[in-house]
Nanobody
Framework: QVQLVESGGGLVEAGGSLRLSCAAS????????MAWFRQDTGQEREFVAS????????LYADSVKGRFTISRDNAKNTLFLQMNFLKPEDTAEYSC??????????????????WGPGTWVAVSS
């Protein structure tokens, strides 16, 4: 099990950029497949991006492909989400999630056992 804490959220204008971070506790971070999900008020939680433990395999939702980049620094136990060309529809609470039993990137929430509390991103038009 890992404890996860997100940071880097905030208010940004449409077209702008933000970089989210997710700090993980524990010594086995490099063996965890990690992901970002988001949920706006009154909406279902949706998948954003996922990355394998090594960082070599990536998976993106179509809605963010080409604009967002997921990455990780296993030496620092940290997951990142670089968000460029932000749109008002990207407004949501962003949460990171981890799985020690999932070997490949996954878009399913059921694949992940550990979740952070989330950080809000608001994009103004």
């Amino acid at each position: 099990q890992v404890q996860l804490v997100e940071s880097g959220g905030g208010l940004v204008e449409a077209g702008g950029s933000l970089r989210l971070s997710c700090a993980a506790s524990g010594r086995a971070f490099s063996s965890y497949t990690m992901a970002w999900f988001r949920q706006d008020t009154g909406q279902e939680r949706e998948f954003v991006a996922s990355i394998s433990g090594s960082g070599r395999s990536l998976l993106y939702a179509d809605s963010v492909k080409g604009r967002f980049t997921i990455s990780r620094d296993n030496a620092k136990n940290t997951l990142f989400l670089q968000m460029n060309f932000l749109k008002p529809e990207d407004t949501a609470e962003y949460s990171c999630a981890g799985s020690s039993r999932q070997s490949a990137p996954s878009s399913s929430q059921r694949s992940y056992d550990d979740w952070g509390p989330g950080t809000w991103v608001a994009v103004s038009s």
